[in-house]
């Protein structure tokens, strides 16, 4: 596959972040995530946008970031895990770069974020309820995106983030560790 960028989707807990910033450096390419970008323009946390504007406030942020980052030639970046719900985001996605879906299920999903706070659609009476909801209205989406789709990776980022770029044939890119002097 020969993209100038790495868009990495996925529900909130695949580890978008975490293998998308080990791509980037293996890669020596700049790593933004779509959420923090947000949190930073703003100066509040998501749920606090989510709370003031309410999820559609959240969404047009969210699409102006994803519109001016994906923009950029050579990224790889994490989107949030809803980016996929406006129909022009899949598309700005799927043709500004290489799209990879991070796949996991709900189950494997629950494990890892059902202590995490700063999940505002999970701030319910029964989150795990809505994780499995939420899921089986993204996953279509993110496959429809995808031009790469990874299994849950269960193991190491570093194992996770080499099977991205075996799968890309970019794992000949892959620089050698830094050392600091």
């Known amino acids: 596959m ?9 529900f909130m807990g695949a580890g ?14 700049p790593f933004f995530d779509s959420d923090h970008e947000i949190e930073a323009r703003c100066g509040v946390r998501i749920p606090t946008i989510f709370e003031l504007e309410g999820e559609e406030g959240f969404r047009e942020r969210e ?14 970046m994490a989107t949030g895990g ?12 799927r043709s500004r770069g290489c799209v990879i879906y991070l796949c996991a299920s709900p189950a494997e999903l629950w ?4 202590r995490n706070r700063n999940r505002p659609l999970l ?3 029964n989150p795990r309820a809505t994780l499995e909801a939420l899921f089986q209205v993204r996953d279509p ?38 050392v600091d002097p």
Request: hydrophobic share 40%; no cysteine; aromatic share 4%.
């Open 2 to 10: 020969d993209f100038d960028n790495l868009f990495f989707v996925g």
């Open 16 to 29: 978008k972040t975490t293998i998308g910033r080990t791509v980037a450096r293996r890669l020596g390419l």
């Open 63 to 76: 699409s102006r970031v994803l519109d001016e980052l994906s923009q950029r030639r050579g990224i790889v």
């Open 82 to 93: 809803g980016a996929v719900l406006r129909p022009e985001n899949r598309e700005m996605l």
């Open 111 to 114: 494990h890892r974020t059902r």
């Open 123 to 125: 701030q319910v009476a």
């Open 141 to 178: 989406l993110y496959r429809e995106t995808a031009h790469l789709i990874m299994p849950p990776h269960g193991d190491s980022v570093a194992n996770a983030a080499g099977r991205v770029l075996e799968r890309l044939g970019l794992s000949e890119r892959v620089l050698p560790p830094q």
